[in-house]
Nanobody
Framework: QVQLVESGGGLVQPGGSLRLSCAASGSIFSINVMAWYRQPPGKQRELVASVTSGGSTNFADSVKGRFTISRDNAKKAVFLQMNGLKPEDTAVYYC???????????????WGQGTQVKVSS
């Protein structure tokens, strides 16, 4: 069984910073894409940032220049550094791994349980 566990959410003032972490446990052969999504209150889930196994990154326009994403393959972990936070960044943040559990099997998406980020004064 593969599990993704997130940490690092919380309450922060506008302009502040938070660092989210997500680590996978269980039997994993390879991880292709690691990503962060978020779901603001009353809205649909959206992609925030992603990083491929080759190191290519992609960011939502709304977070470019403020957020960075990094991964540690040895630890099967991904991190989201969020700077210059705004009230509109308030959301539940989910990590997502597209991975292969063993050689010869298909890739599948796995999700964390979500961590709340609230930006408010």
């Amino acid at each position: 069984q593969v599990q993704l566990v997130e940490s690092g959410g919380g309450l922060v003032q506008p302009g502040g910073s938070l660092r989210l972490s997500c680590a996978a446990s269980g039997s994993i052969f390879s991880i292709n894409v690691m990503a962060w999504y978020r779901q603001p209150p009353g809205k649909q889930r959206e992609l925030v940032a992603s990083v491929t196994s080759g190191g290519s990154t992609n960011f939502a326009d709304s977070v470019k220049g403020r957020f960075t994403i990094s991964r540690d393959n040895a630890k099967k972990a991904v991190f989201l550094q969020m700077n210059g936070l705004k009230p509109e960044d308030t959301a539940v943040y989910y990590c997502n791994f597209r991975l292969r559990r063993s050689i010869g099997t298909s890739e599948r998406d796995y999700w964390g349980q979500g961590t709340q980020v609230k930006v408010s004064s």
